[in-house]
């Protein structure tokens, strides 16, 4: 027998802050070419590794949205755990758009996608965009990993209780 239970609606307060006690890591999305952008980001997962697939969030109202969808590619950049200002920078609304905005940064063109793939960066992907699914007000971008590459250095940036902590370097 199926049990109705009632449903409390849940407000985006109440769910920002019961989302902020779960850590992630945190990225740079990037689309290069003609719509050239940077977003932070940390909804961000690993999908499937035979074929390798991750998938990124992003809010419809977002430029990045209109950015991936014209590209249908971009580039991840999983920061370090000294690349809080990137992150900060990236996530600032105020910023210039376009080429402007990597003006500071260092970055290389990936070879597959021409998405900036950041200097400092603790790994790097480029994938072509392979689904896309509308859910709330919200893109799940699905993309099929295409390169990946890691620098030596493991330490990574993690956002938690709505602020950037530090990982150390894992131990071998």
């Known amino acids: 027998m199926n049990e ?15 989302m902020a006690r779960f850590a992630t890591g945190v990225i ?28 990124c969030c992003v ?14 590619g971009f580039g991840v950049s999983i920061l ?3 690349q809080e200002p990137v992150a900060r920078h990236f996530a600032d609304k105020a910023r210039p758009l376009g080429p ?17 793939l950041l200097h400092g960066a603790v790994g790097w992907l480029e994938c072509e965009l392979s689904e896309a699914y509308d859910s709330g007000d919200h893109s799940i971008f699905i993309g099929d990993v295409v390169h990946a590459a890691t620098a030596q250095d493991s330490s990574g940036l993690l956002f938690f209780n709505g602020g950037f902590r530090q990982l150390g370097t894992a131990p071998e």
């Open 28 to 55: 740079v999305l990037s689309v290069g070419g003609e719509h050239i952008h940077g977003m932070t980001a940390n909804a961000f997962s690993s999908v499937s590794l035979q074929p390798p697939k991750i998938l």
């Open 59 to 72: 809010a419809h109202s977002a430029v990045m949205h209109k950015a991936i969808t014209a590209a249908h």
């Open 4 to 18: 109705v239970v009632d449903r409390i609606p849940v407000e985006p307060a109440s769910m920002r802050s019961a």
């Open 80 to 82: 370090g755990a000294a």
């Open 100 to 116: 402007e905005q990597f003006r500071d940064f260092g970055f290389d063109p990936g070879t597959h996608t021409g998405a900036p």
